[in-house]
């Protein structure tokens, strides 16, 4: 069964910081481009980051350049997003996602095809 799981969500105070991980089971990330994406309540689902197959080319939203950053480890299967100097706004389910090896990436979530469950992240004092 191929599935990914998205791990390390919480509760954060503003100005804190999380990371997300996001592991595979039933097949292999190392040669996959993967998206991080989020959706607050109300909101459309955000592409916020993602990653080459090689790890050579990775992109950011606006919204979290600076503050995140994506990261992988193909030894463990799993890629990561740091996320640093998080605020309220930052407050939402984040998914991950794979599709087949590009050499640049895109946040385009429609070009995904295997995505995880998501994890809660919350921003609040």
């Known amino acids: 069964q191929l599935q990914l799981v998205e791990s390390g969500g919480g509760l954060v105070q503003p100005g804190g910081s999380l990371r997300l991980s996001c592991a595979a089971s039933g097949f292999t990330l190392d040669s996959r481009t993967v998206g991080w994406f989020r959706q607050a309540p109300g909101k459309e689902r955000e592409g916020i980051s993602c990653i080459s197959g090689t790890g050579g080319h990775r992109n950011y939203a606006e919204s979290v350049k600076g503050r995140f950053t994506i990261s992988r480890d193909n030894a463990k299967n799993t890629v990561y997003l740091q996320m640093d100097s998080l605020k309220p706004e930052d407050t939402a389910v984040y998914y991950c996602?794979?599709?087949?090896?590009?050499?640049?990436?895109?946040?385009?979530?429609?070009?995904?095809?295997?995505w995880g469950q998501g994890t809660q992240v919350t921003v609040s004092s």
């Open positions: 996602a794979a599709r087949e090896f590009t050499v640049a990436c895109e946040r385009t979530a429609s070009l995904y095809e295997y």
